[in-house]
Protein backbone atom coordinates (compact mmCIF):
# COMPACT_ATOMS: atom_id res chain seq x y z
CA UNK A 1 0.00 0.00 0.00
CA UNK A 2 0.95 3.44 -0.74
CA UNK A 3 1.56 5.96 1.90
CA UNK A 4 3.22 9.18 2.63
CA UNK A 5 6.61 9.11 4.22
CA UNK A 6 9.15 12.24 5.25
CA UNK A 7 11.40 12.49 2.22
CA UNK A 8 14.81 12.54 5.28
CA UNK A 9 14.03 11.10 8.86
CA UNK A 10 14.80 13.34 11.48
CA UNK A 11 13.91 16.75 10.37
CA UNK A 12 9.89 17.38 11.33
CA UNK A 13 8.22 15.33 14.20
CA UNK A 14 5.00 13.79 11.53
CA UNK A 15 2.40 12.69 11.22
CA UNK A 16 0.52 14.57 13.75
CA UNK A 17 -1.80 17.16 14.02
CA UNK A 18 0.67 20.14 14.21
CA UNK A 19 4.35 19.27 12.72
CA UNK A 20 7.25 20.58 14.75
CA UNK A 21 10.82 21.19 13.26
CA UNK A 22 13.14 18.78 15.19
CA UNK A 23 16.82 19.95 15.64
CA UNK A 24 19.36 19.80 18.31
CA UNK A 25 20.44 21.52 21.57
CA UNK A 26 23.83 22.01 22.84
CA UNK A 27 23.68 20.45 26.78
CA UNK A 28 27.12 22.53 27.15
CA UNK A 29 26.57 25.85 25.69
CA UNK A 30 22.69 26.01 25.18
CA UNK A 31 23.08 26.17 21.57
CA UNK A 32 20.82 24.84 18.72
CA UNK A 33 21.10 23.92 15.44
CA UNK A 34 18.21 22.64 12.45
CA UNK A 35 19.45 19.63 11.18
CA UNK A 36 20.53 17.89 14.59
CA UNK A 37 24.20 17.57 15.26
CA UNK A 38 25.88 14.57 16.82
CA UNK A 39 28.46 18.01 17.49
CA UNK A 40 27.96 21.32 18.71
CA UNK A 41 29.43 23.94 15.82
CA UNK A 42 29.18 26.25 18.94
CA UNK A 43 31.63 24.41 21.16
CA UNK A 44 32.58 21.36 19.83
CA UNK A 45 30.78 19.62 22.16
CA UNK A 46 29.30 16.12 21.73
CA UNK A 47 26.61 16.13 24.35
CA UNK A 48 23.38 17.22 21.99
CA UNK A 49 19.66 16.18 22.45
CA UNK A 50 17.27 16.23 19.90
CA UNK A 51 14.30 19.03 20.68
CA UNK A 52 11.43 20.48 19.05
CA UNK A 53 12.17 23.63 17.46
CA UNK A 54 8.39 25.05 16.77
CA UNK A 55 6.33 25.68 13.97
CA UNK A 56 6.39 29.15 13.58
CA UNK A 57 8.89 32.74 13.11
CA UNK A 58 9.37 35.23 11.13
CA UNK A 59 10.91 35.75 7.47
CA UNK A 60 15.01 37.14 7.97
CA UNK A 61 15.75 37.52 4.18
CA UNK A 62 14.39 35.35 1.24
CA UNK A 63 14.78 35.42 -2.73
CA UNK A 64 12.96 33.47 -5.28
CA UNK A 65 14.70 30.68 -7.56
CA UNK A 66 13.08 31.49 -11.10
CA UNK A 67 14.86 28.41 -13.01
CA UNK A 68 14.58 24.88 -12.81
CA UNK A 69 17.60 23.41 -10.64
CA UNK A 70 19.90 21.16 -12.01
CA UNK A 71 20.73 17.80 -10.40
CA UNK A 72 20.76 16.78 -7.62
CA UNK A 73 17.52 18.61 -7.61
CA UNK A 74 14.94 15.64 -7.84
CA UNK A 75 10.79 16.82 -7.81
CA UNK A 76 7.99 15.20 -10.01
CA UNK A 77 8.66 18.70 -11.92
CA UNK A 78 9.68 18.89 -15.63
CA UNK A 79 10.93 22.21 -17.02
CA UNK A 80 7.47 22.42 -18.66
CA UNK A 81 5.74 22.65 -15.42
CA UNK A 82 8.28 24.16 -12.79
CA UNK A 83 7.40 26.76 -10.75
CA UNK A 84 9.74 29.19 -9.63
CA UNK A 85 9.58 29.02 -5.60
CA UNK A 86 10.21 31.39 -2.55
CA UNK A 87 13.68 29.97 -0.45
CA UNK A 88 13.83 32.19 3.00
CA UNK A 89 15.85 32.15 5.87
CA UNK A 90 12.91 31.70 9.00
CA UNK A 91 14.04 33.06 12.74
CA UNK A 92 12.63 30.87 15.19
CA UNK A 93 11.54 31.67 18.86
CA UNK A 94 14.69 29.63 20.04
CA UNK A 95 16.83 32.24 18.12
CA UNK A 96 18.41 30.24 15.17
CA UNK A 97 17.47 31.09 11.38
CA UNK A 98 16.54 27.99 9.37
CA UNK A 99 16.68 27.86 5.50
CA UNK A 100 13.36 26.60 3.66
CA UNK A 101 11.44 26.90 0.82
CA UNK A 102 8.47 28.92 1.00
CA UNK A 103 4.88 28.67 -0.02
CA UNK A 104 4.94 32.31 -1.82
CA UNK A 105 6.77 32.79 -4.65
CA UNK A 106 6.66 36.58 -5.72
CA UNK A 107 8.29 39.60 -4.71
CA UNK A 108 5.00 41.23 -3.74
CA UNK A 109 3.90 38.63 -1.16
CA UNK A 110 7.31 38.37 0.26
CA UNK A 111 8.91 40.97 3.03
CA UNK A 112 11.84 40.38 5.69
CA UNK A 113 9.72 40.44 8.78
CA UNK A 114 6.90 38.54 7.97
CA UNK A 115 5.38 36.01 9.85
CA UNK A 116 5.66 32.45 8.71
CA UNK A 117 3.99 28.84 9.69
CA UNK A 118 5.23 25.32 8.97
CA UNK A 119 3.97 23.52 6.75
CA UNK A 120 4.41 19.78 5.27
CA UNK A 121 4.40 19.63 1.58
CA UNK A 122 4.58 16.54 -1.25
CA UNK A 123 8.20 16.57 -3.09
CA UNK A 124 7.87 13.70 -5.17
CA UNK A 125 6.86 10.00 -5.66
CA UNK A 126 9.55 7.18 -4.55
CA UNK A 127 10.03 4.23 -6.47
CA UNK A 128 7.05 2.28 -4.69
CA UNK A 129 4.63 4.56 -5.75
CA UNK A 130 5.21 6.56 -1.85
CA UNK A 131 4.43 10.06 -1.77
CA UNK A 132 7.51 11.74 0.11
CA UNK A 133 7.31 14.55 2.10
CA UNK A 134 8.95 17.52 2.90
CA UNK A 135 9.03 21.26 5.08
CA UNK A 136 8.46 24.44 4.10
CA UNK A 137 7.09 27.79 5.56
CA UNK A 138 4.35 29.97 4.54
CA UNK A 139 2.98 33.15 5.60
CA UNK A 140 0.65 33.27 8.53
CA UNK A 141 -0.32 36.96 7.66
CA UNK A 142 -4.35 37.24 6.77
CA UNK A 143 -5.57 33.47 6.54
CA UNK B 1 64.20 38.18 6.81
CA UNK B 2 63.55 39.22 2.87
CA UNK B 3 60.68 40.76 1.65
CA UNK B 4 59.21 38.56 -1.21
CA UNK B 5 58.42 40.19 -4.61
CA UNK B 6 56.42 39.08 -7.77
CA UNK B 7 58.76 39.63 -10.89
CA UNK B 8 57.03 37.56 -13.54
CA UNK B 9 52.86 37.99 -14.52
CA UNK B 10 51.43 35.73 -16.92
CA UNK B 11 47.62 35.19 -18.19
CA UNK B 12 45.59 32.70 -20.42
CA UNK B 13 42.52 35.04 -20.92
CA UNK B 14 39.35 34.02 -19.67
CA UNK B 15 36.25 32.98 -21.23
CA UNK B 16 36.15 30.55 -23.68
CA UNK B 17 38.96 28.32 -25.09
CA UNK B 18 37.59 25.34 -26.86
CA UNK B 19 40.54 23.81 -28.28
CA UNK B 20 42.60 24.24 -25.31
CA UNK B 21 42.36 22.16 -21.89
CA UNK B 22 42.36 24.01 -18.13
CA UNK B 23 46.22 22.37 -18.46
CA UNK B 24 46.84 23.52 -21.58
CA UNK B 25 45.56 26.84 -20.17
CA UNK B 26 47.73 26.62 -16.83
CA UNK B 27 50.79 25.78 -19.05
CA UNK B 28 50.27 28.74 -21.28
CA UNK B 29 50.26 31.25 -18.45
CA UNK B 30 53.26 29.72 -16.39
CA UNK B 31 55.47 30.27 -19.48
CA UNK B 32 53.94 33.71 -19.76
CA UNK B 33 54.86 34.43 -16.50
CA UNK B 34 58.40 32.95 -16.54
CA UNK B 35 59.31 34.47 -19.77
CA UNK B 36 58.17 38.11 -18.14
CA UNK B 37 60.30 37.59 -15.22
CA UNK B 38 63.29 36.95 -18.70
CA UNK B 39 63.90 33.17 -16.85
CA UNK B 40 63.19 29.59 -17.19
CA UNK B 41 61.43 26.69 -15.94
CA UNK B 42 64.22 25.13 -14.63
CA UNK B 43 64.70 28.47 -12.52
CA UNK B 44 61.78 27.00 -10.32
CA UNK B 45 62.57 26.07 -7.26
CA UNK B 46 59.04 24.80 -5.92
CA UNK B 47 55.82 25.34 -7.52
CA UNK B 48 52.09 25.92 -5.82
CA UNK B 49 49.56 24.99 -8.24
CA UNK B 50 45.47 24.43 -8.03
CA UNK B 51 42.48 23.73 -10.23
CA UNK B 52 38.65 22.69 -9.42
CA UNK B 53 38.08 20.90 -12.74
CA UNK B 54 41.35 21.61 -14.70
CA UNK B 55 43.29 18.38 -13.28
CA UNK B 56 46.11 18.40 -10.79
CA UNK B 57 48.33 21.09 -11.39
CA UNK B 58 51.50 19.21 -11.05
CA UNK B 59 50.67 17.12 -14.19
CA UNK B 60 51.80 20.76 -16.06
CA UNK B 61 55.68 19.60 -15.47
CA UNK B 62 54.41 16.62 -18.27
CA UNK B 63 54.33 20.59 -20.30
CA UNK B 64 56.68 22.38 -18.77
CA UNK B 65 59.51 20.10 -18.23
CA UNK B 66 60.39 17.30 -15.63
CA UNK B 67 63.11 19.27 -14.05
CA UNK B 68 62.23 17.55 -10.29
CA UNK B 69 60.80 20.58 -8.66
CA UNK B 70 58.94 20.97 -5.25
CA UNK B 71 55.53 20.71 -6.99
CA UNK B 72 52.40 20.73 -4.44
CA UNK B 73 49.11 20.57 -5.78
CA UNK B 74 46.60 22.78 -3.65
CA UNK B 75 42.92 23.11 -3.48
CA UNK B 76 41.14 25.67 -1.31
CA UNK B 77 37.73 26.49 -3.04
CA UNK B 78 37.89 30.11 -4.30
CA UNK B 79 40.84 30.97 -2.23
CA UNK B 80 42.93 28.39 -4.27
CA UNK B 81 45.09 30.98 -5.66
CA UNK B 82 45.30 32.77 -2.49
CA UNK B 83 46.51 29.51 -0.09
CA UNK B 84 49.44 29.20 -3.39
CA UNK B 85 50.20 32.70 -2.79
CA UNK B 86 50.63 32.42 1.04
CA UNK B 87 52.45 29.01 0.36
CA UNK B 88 54.64 30.43 -1.61
CA UNK B 89 55.24 33.22 0.69
CA UNK B 90 55.91 31.40 3.61
CA UNK B 91 58.34 29.32 1.09
CA UNK B 92 60.57 32.45 0.83
CA UNK B 93 60.18 34.19 3.68
CA UNK B 94 61.62 31.37 5.60
CA UNK B 95 64.30 31.29 4.01
CA UNK B 96 63.66 27.92 1.87
CA UNK B 97 63.89 28.95 -1.42
CA UNK B 98 64.63 31.86 -3.24
CA UNK B 99 62.17 31.53 -6.45
CA UNK B 100 59.68 29.85 -7.29
CA UNK B 101 55.36 29.79 -9.50
CA UNK B 102 52.06 30.13 -8.54
CA UNK B 103 49.84 28.39 -10.76
CA UNK B 104 46.03 28.40 -10.67
CA UNK B 105 43.70 27.33 -13.82
CA UNK B 106 40.68 26.01 -14.43
CA UNK B 107 37.94 25.05 -17.08
CA UNK B 108 34.10 24.46 -15.81
CA UNK B 109 31.08 23.42 -18.13
CA UNK B 110 28.29 25.94 -18.89
CA UNK B 111 25.84 27.12 -16.60
CA UNK B 112 26.01 26.99 -12.85
CA UNK B 113 27.86 24.90 -10.24
CA UNK B 114 26.09 22.32 -9.58
CA UNK B 115 27.52 21.07 -5.81
CA UNK B 116 26.68 17.61 -4.29
CA UNK B 117 25.43 17.84 -0.87
CA UNK B 118 27.49 14.56 0.59
CA UNK B 119 30.74 16.85 -0.35
CA UNK B 120 29.62 20.14 2.26
CA UNK B 121 28.36 17.30 4.93
CA UNK B 122 25.10 17.64 3.89
CA UNK B 123 22.35 15.26 3.57
CA UNK B 124 20.39 14.47 0.22
CA UNK B 125 16.78 16.28 0.79
CA UNK B 126 19.17 19.69 1.28
CA UNK B 127 19.51 19.41 -2.90
CA UNK B 128 17.06 17.42 -3.86
CA UNK B 129 14.53 20.38 -2.70
CA UNK B 130 16.25 22.87 -4.31
CA UNK B 131 18.56 24.95 -1.57
CA UNK B 132 21.70 23.76 -2.94
CA UNK B 133 22.01 26.81 -4.86
CA UNK B 134 25.15 29.46 -4.32
CA UNK B 135 22.91 32.03 -6.12
CA UNK B 136 20.36 32.07 -3.75
CA UNK B 137 22.65 32.29 -0.59
CA UNK B 138 24.03 35.68 -2.64
CA UNK B 139 20.46 36.84 -3.19
CA UNK B 140 19.34 36.41 -0.03
CA UNK B 141 22.53 38.14 2.01
CA UNK B 142 22.13 41.13 0.12
CA UNK B 143 18.40 41.13 0.53
CA UNK B 144 19.07 41.18 4.04
CA UNK B 145 22.10 43.52 4.22
CA UNK B 146 19.56 46.31 1.70
CA UNK B 147 17.03 46.08 4.32
CA UNK B 148 19.62 46.48 7.55
CA UNK B 149 21.96 49.68 5.55
CA UNK B 150 19.12 50.83 3.18
CA UNK B 151 21.10 50.42 -0.34
CA UNK B 152 18.59 50.83 -3.59
CA UNK B 153 18.37 48.48 -6.21
CA UNK B 154 19.78 51.15 -8.61
CA UNK B 155 23.53 50.83 -6.88
CA UNK B 156 23.36 46.88 -7.90
CA UNK B 157 22.91 48.10 -11.30
CA UNK B 158 25.53 50.87 -11.08
CA UNK B 159 28.10 47.92 -10.34
CA UNK B 160 27.09 45.96 -12.91
CA UNK B 161 27.72 48.55 -15.30
CA UNK B 162 31.15 49.32 -13.99
CA UNK B 163 32.20 45.76 -14.22
CA UNK B 164 31.21 45.72 -17.82
CA UNK B 165 32.67 48.92 -19.05
CA UNK B 166 35.79 48.09 -17.38
CA UNK B 167 35.84 44.92 -18.83
CA UNK B 168 34.95 46.73 -22.14
CA UNK B 169 38.89 48.63 -21.92
CA UNK B 170 40.72 45.33 -20.92
CA UNK B 171 41.70 43.07 -23.35
CA UNK B 172 42.29 39.80 -22.04
CA UNK B 173 38.65 40.42 -20.55
CA UNK B 174 35.82 37.78 -21.49
CA UNK B 175 33.07 40.40 -21.78
CA UNK B 176 34.30 43.42 -23.87
CA UNK B 177 31.11 44.96 -24.05
CA UNK B 178 29.72 47.75 -22.44
CA UNK B 179 25.65 47.59 -20.83
CA UNK B 180 23.49 50.23 -20.88
CA UNK B 181 21.43 50.85 -17.53
CA UNK B 182 18.41 50.24 -19.25
CA UNK B 183 19.83 46.68 -20.71
CA UNK B 184 21.12 45.86 -17.29
CA UNK B 185 17.54 46.85 -15.04
CA UNK B 186 15.47 44.61 -17.88
CA UNK B 187 17.70 41.32 -17.55
CA UNK B 188 15.93 38.26 -16.57
CA UNK B 189 15.80 37.74 -12.80
CA UNK B 190 18.00 35.14 -11.15
CA UNK B 191 17.26 35.17 -8.18
CA UNK B 192 15.29 37.92 -6.45
CA UNK B 193 16.81 40.83 -6.01
CA UNK B 194 20.18 39.92 -8.92
CA UNK B 195 19.20 39.27 -12.15
CA UNK B 196 21.62 37.41 -14.97
CA UNK B 197 23.49 40.50 -15.57
CA UNK B 198 24.56 40.70 -12.04
CA UNK B 199 26.00 37.56 -11.33
CA UNK B 200 29.51 36.24 -12.87
CA UNK B 201 29.49 32.97 -14.74
CA UNK B 202 31.86 29.67 -14.49
CA UNK B 203 34.55 30.13 -16.84
CA UNK B 204 37.91 28.65 -17.93
CA UNK B 205 41.41 30.28 -18.14
CA UNK B 206 45.18 30.81 -16.05
CA UNK B 207 46.89 33.01 -14.75
CA UNK B 208 50.84 32.47 -13.06
CA UNK B 209 52.65 34.54 -11.10
CA UNK B 210 57.04 34.05 -10.32
CA UNK B 211 57.79 35.28 -7.07
CA UNK B 212 61.44 35.72 -5.69
CA UNK B 213 63.52 37.32 -2.96
CA UNK B 214 62.81 40.75 -2.69
CA UNK B 215 66.95 41.48 -3.17
CA UNK B 216 67.48 39.55 -6.04
CA UNK B 217 64.53 40.96 -7.78
CA UNK B 218 66.06 43.38 -9.92
CA UNK B 219 67.89 40.73 -11.89
CA UNK B 220 64.14 39.56 -13.24
CA UNK B 221 62.28 42.80 -13.63
CA UNK B 222 62.99 46.52 -13.43
CA UNK B 223 59.64 46.98 -11.64
CA UNK B 224 58.93 44.00 -8.82
CA UNK B 225 55.79 44.23 -6.89
CA UNK B 226 56.05 43.54 -3.31
CA UNK B 227 53.99 41.28 -1.34
CA UNK B 228 53.64 42.40 2.00
CA UNK B 229 50.88 40.03 3.41
CA UNK B 230 49.08 36.90 1.70
CA UNK B 231 46.07 35.92 4.28
CA UNK B 232 43.73 32.91 4.08
CA UNK B 233 40.94 32.29 6.84
CA UNK B 234 37.80 30.15 7.52
CA UNK B 235 34.49 31.21 9.16
CA UNK B 236 33.70 31.83 12.85
CA UNK B 237 30.37 30.20 14.05
CA UNK B 238 27.59 33.23 13.58
CA UNK B 239 29.01 33.90 10.24
CA UNK B 240 26.08 33.55 7.46
CA UNK B 241 27.80 31.15 4.95
CA UNK B 242 26.66 29.31 2.10
CA UNK B 243 25.09 25.90 2.20
CA UNK B 244 24.06 26.53 5.74
CA UNK B 245 20.17 24.62 6.69
CA UNK B 246 20.24 26.60 9.88
CA UNK B 247 22.46 30.13 10.85
CA UNK B 248 22.93 31.09 14.84
CA UNK B 249 21.31 33.30 16.36
CA UNK B 250 24.24 35.88 16.79
CA UNK B 251 26.11 37.09 13.55
CA UNK B 252 29.61 37.09 13.69
CA UNK B 253 31.92 38.87 11.20
CA UNK B 254 32.45 37.02 8.00
CA UNK B 255 35.94 35.38 7.04
CA UNK B 256 36.68 38.81 4.81
CA UNK B 257 36.84 40.59 7.91
CA UNK B 258 39.23 38.69 10.00
CA UNK B 259 41.74 37.97 6.65
CA UNK B 260 41.39 41.50 5.96
CA UNK B 261 42.49 42.89 9.52
CA UNK B 262 45.45 40.15 9.66
CA UNK B 263 46.64 40.99 6.17
CA UNK B 264 46.76 45.06 7.34
CA UNK B 265 47.96 44.30 10.57
CA UNK B 266 51.08 42.14 8.72
CA UNK B 267 51.54 44.67 6.29
CA UNK B 268 51.75 47.58 8.45
CA UNK B 269 49.49 49.34 6.46
CA UNK B 270 45.37 50.75 6.84
CA UNK B 271 42.48 50.50 4.57
CA UNK B 272 43.09 54.39 3.92
CA UNK B 273 46.39 53.70 2.12
CA UNK B 274 45.11 51.37 -0.05
CA UNK B 275 45.01 53.28 -3.92
CA UNK B 276 43.79 50.09 -6.12
CA UNK B 277 42.00 46.79 -5.18
CA UNK B 278 40.15 43.81 -6.33
CA UNK B 279 36.97 42.55 -4.16
CA UNK B 280 35.33 39.34 -4.89
CA UNK B 281 32.59 39.94 -6.90
CA UNK B 282 30.89 36.94 -8.25
CA UNK B 283 27.77 38.78 -7.85
CA UNK B 284 27.07 42.76 -7.25
CA UNK B 285 25.75 42.48 -4.04
CA UNK B 286 29.45 40.82 -2.85
CA UNK B 287 30.98 43.91 -4.32
CA UNK B 288 28.82 45.97 -2.31
CA UNK B 289 29.32 44.44 0.86
CA UNK B 290 33.19 43.09 0.62
CA UNK B 291 33.18 46.98 0.50
CA UNK B 292 32.79 47.52 4.35
CA UNK B 293 33.74 44.19 5.35
CA UNK B 294 37.49 44.83 4.06
CA UNK B 295 37.46 48.11 6.17
CA UNK B 296 37.24 50.64 3.09
CA UNK B 297 34.27 52.24 4.53
CA UNK B 298 31.50 51.57 7.09
CA UNK B 299 28.57 49.61 6.58
CA UNK B 300 25.55 51.31 4.75
CA UNK B 301 28.28 53.77 3.35
CA UNK B 302 28.67 51.97 -0.03
CA UNK B 303 25.78 53.55 -1.99
CA UNK B 304 27.05 57.57 -1.74
CA UNK B 305 30.27 56.04 -2.37
CA UNK B 306 29.18 54.08 -5.63
CA UNK B 307 26.90 57.38 -6.94
CA UNK B 308 29.96 59.53 -5.96
CA UNK B 309 31.93 57.68 -8.26
CA UNK B 310 34.47 56.54 -5.15
CA UNK B 311 35.11 52.76 -6.52
CA UNK B 312 35.75 53.94 -10.27
CA UNK B 313 39.44 53.66 -12.37
CA UNK B 314 39.55 57.82 -11.48
CA UNK B 315 37.78 57.74 -8.27
CA UNK B 316 39.03 57.74 -5.05
CA UNK B 317 39.14 53.94 -4.30
CA UNK B 318 39.26 51.80 -7.78
CA UNK B 319 37.77 48.39 -7.35
CA UNK B 320 37.89 45.57 -9.95
CA UNK B 321 39.50 47.60 -12.69
CA UNK B 322 39.82 44.59 -15.11
CA UNK B 323 35.76 44.23 -14.63
CA UNK B 324 36.34 41.37 -11.89
CA UNK B 325 34.43 38.45 -12.05
CA UNK B 326 31.74 39.86 -13.41
CA UNK B 327 33.17 40.30 -16.72
CA UNK B 328 35.84 38.12 -16.38
CA UNK B 329 34.38 34.88 -15.33
CA UNK B 330 35.39 33.00 -12.69
CA UNK B 331 37.83 29.87 -13.52
CA UNK B 332 37.49 29.40 -9.62
CA UNK B 333 41.63 27.99 -9.46
CA UNK B 334 43.03 30.80 -11.51
CA UNK B 335 40.76 33.90 -10.25
CA UNK B 336 42.02 35.11 -7.35
CA UNK B 337 45.17 35.35 -9.13
CA UNK B 338 44.25 37.41 -11.78
CA UNK B 339 43.19 39.68 -9.01
CA UNK B 340 46.77 39.77 -8.52
CA UNK B 341 47.80 40.17 -11.61
CA UNK B 342 45.89 42.93 -12.14
CA UNK B 343 47.12 44.68 -9.44
CA UNK B 344 50.69 44.19 -10.60
CA UNK B 345 49.87 45.43 -13.63
CA UNK B 346 48.58 48.96 -12.30
CA UNK B 347 51.47 48.92 -9.79
CA UNK B 348 53.70 48.90 -12.45
CA UNK B 349 52.27 51.36 -14.38
CA UNK B 350 51.41 48.91 -17.54
CA UNK B 351 47.19 48.13 -16.89
CA UNK B 352 46.73 50.75 -20.64
CA UNK B 353 43.53 51.98 -21.05
CA UNK B 354 42.12 51.05 -17.55
CA UNK B 355 45.59 52.02 -15.82
CA UNK B 356 44.82 54.05 -12.53
CA UNK B 357 46.29 57.79 -12.32
CA UNK B 358 48.62 59.32 -10.52
CA UNK B 359 51.05 55.81 -10.08
CA UNK B 360 49.24 53.72 -7.50
CA UNK B 361 52.04 52.32 -5.01
CA UNK B 362 49.29 50.49 -2.76
CA UNK B 363 47.17 47.13 -3.77
CA UNK B 364 44.68 44.61 -2.24
CA UNK B 365 42.88 41.65 -3.73
CA UNK B 366 40.70 39.95 -1.49
CA UNK B 367 38.61 36.82 -2.59
CA UNK B 368 35.46 35.12 -0.72
CA UNK B 369 34.34 31.42 -1.27
CA UNK B 370 32.17 28.57 -0.31
CA UNK B 371 31.96 27.41 3.09
CA UNK B 372 33.47 30.93 4.12
CA UNK B 373 36.57 31.01 3.52
CA UNK B 374 38.07 33.91 2.22
CA UNK B 375 42.06 35.16 1.35
CA UNK B 376 43.52 38.49 1.25
CA UNK B 377 47.08 40.25 -0.41
CA UNK B 378 48.73 43.27 0.19
CA UNK B 379 50.97 44.92 -2.52
CA UNK B 380 53.26 47.77 -2.96
CA UNK B 381 55.87 49.08 -5.09
ZN1 LIG C 1 27.85 23.78 22.41
Not at chain 2, 195 to 217: H, Q, T, W
Request: aromatic share 8%; glycine share 10%.
Amino acid sequence: MQTQQPLHPGLFSWPGSSPQLLGSRCKDCGEHAFPSQHSCRACGSERTEVVELGNAGTLWTWTIQSFMPKAPYLTDETPENFRPYGVGYVELACGIKVESRLHENSANALRIGLPMKLEIVPVRLDNDGNQLVTFQFRSAEAL
Amino acid sequence: MTDVAIVGLGLHPFGRSPSLSGLEQGAIAARAAIADAGTEFKAMEFAFGGSQDGGNADSLVNLLGLTGLQFTNIWNGCATGGSSLNAAYSAIKSGQYDMGLVVGFDKHARGAFNPQPKDWGLDDWYGETGLMLTTQYFAMKIQRYMHDYDISRETLVRVAEKAFRNGSITPTAWRQTALSTEEIEQAPMVSEPLNKYMFCSPAEGGCALVLCRADIAQKFTKNPVLLRSAVVRSRHYGSFEVFSPSQAPAVAPSPTVTASHAAFEFAGIGPKDVDVAQLQDTEVGAEIMHLAENGFCEHGEQERWINEGATEINGILPVNTDGGCLANGEPVGASGLRQVYEICHQLRGTAGKRQVPNAPKVGYTHVYGAPGISGVNILTT
